[in-house]
């Protein structure tokens, strides 16, 4: 069973660079022509803090994290990063975030080495030898070592995930975003992906933002969970709240009842 190897290595930060950041949302609204995506969405996450972000799917969950690293920009409302706006370049100049995308999102015709070198490559942040260095001390951190020469496709889902995790550790972020890091994976495969997330947060004081379904996650790391539904924020507070939820909404995404008699799938909308 993989676990986090931190012990063996630290990923190297100067004490300027690893200082965790902030993250702020104000009042953010995004619409895709007349469809309202996001709808006035507040909140706050602290630097060093575990924020889980749940909610059913077409929530908004993946269009919220895509407005912190640039992909997305807000129709009305402002987001920062470490007190800076996050739709401009200069911030991802000056902050190292990762996101490690829904689907893993590696290069299928790259080996698991150059994807985890291309970053670094790009940037020039390293020469060839130092680049090599970072790779390896990732794949060492995610017990990756012996995948290092595969290609994507000679992967399982749960060693697609670390190496999508490892990939966004060689740029030594600030900010670590994951999107849904544990679907489609088995309940052993998820516990062990949710501890290395809070292995890495807690070695590195990342702040980290996990976008998830998955309710053992969020009990077992998050410091708090924001819960997102049509694009609003309908919850924010400790993750034992979600124990006993008080909003019937919130009550009934994270126990659905499956009635046949008067089924779901028959009140979607097209
Ligand atoms: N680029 C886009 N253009 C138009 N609509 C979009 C775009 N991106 C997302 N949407 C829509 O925004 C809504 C929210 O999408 P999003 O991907 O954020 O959902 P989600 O909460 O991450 O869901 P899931 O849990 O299934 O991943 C969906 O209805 C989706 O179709
Ligand atoms: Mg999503």
Redesign the pocket.
């Known amino acids: 069973m993989p676990t986090p190897n931190l012990s063996a290595s630290r990923l190297p930060a100067s004490d300027s660079d690893s200082a965790a950041v902030g993250v702020q949302l104000d009042q953010l609204s995004k619409s ?2 007349r ?1 309202e ?2 709808k006035d969405v507040s909140f706050a996450v602290e630097p060093g803090e575990i924020f889980v972000l749940m ?12 407005h912190l690293v640039g992909l ?1 920009f807000p129709t009305a409302g402002r987001v920062t990063v470490a007190g800076r706006d996050a739709s401009s370049p200069h911030t991802r100049e000056e902050v190292r975030m990762a996101l490690v995308f ?1 689907a893993g999102a590696l290069f299928n015709s790259m080996s698991v080495y150059d994807n985890l070198a291309l970053y670094p490559r790009e940037h020039r942040i390293a020469s060839e030898a130092g680049i090599r260095e970072k790779v390896m001390r990732a794949l060492q951190i995610l017990s990756l070592e012996n995948a290092v020469r595969k290609m994507p496709s000679e992967l399982s889902g749960g060693m697609k995930k670390r190496v999508a995790i490892a990939r966004a550790l060689v740029m030594e972020p600030q900010l670590m975003l994951y ?2 890091p544990t679907s489609e994976l088995d309940p052993v495969m998820s516990a062990t992906i949710t501890e290395i997330i809070a292995t890495l947060k807690e070695q590195y004081h990342v702040t980290t933002i996990v ?1 998830s ?1 998955d309710r053992d996650l969020a009990l077992g790391i998050a410091d708090r969970v924001g819960i ?1 539904m049509g ?1 609003r924020l309908v919850s924010l507070g400790p993750p034992a709240a979600l124990r006993t939820p008080s909003d019937p909404r919130v009550a009934d995404f994270l126990n659905p009842k499956i009635d046949l008699r008067n089924p779901r799938f028959r009140q979607l909308e097209s």
Do not use: A, Y
């Not at 909610?55 to 895509?66: A, E, F, H, R, T």
């Open positions: 895709f022509g469809f995506v996001l909610g059913p799917s077409g929530s908004g969950k993946s269009v919220l994290l895509k997305e829904q999107d849904e976008v379904h997102l694009g």
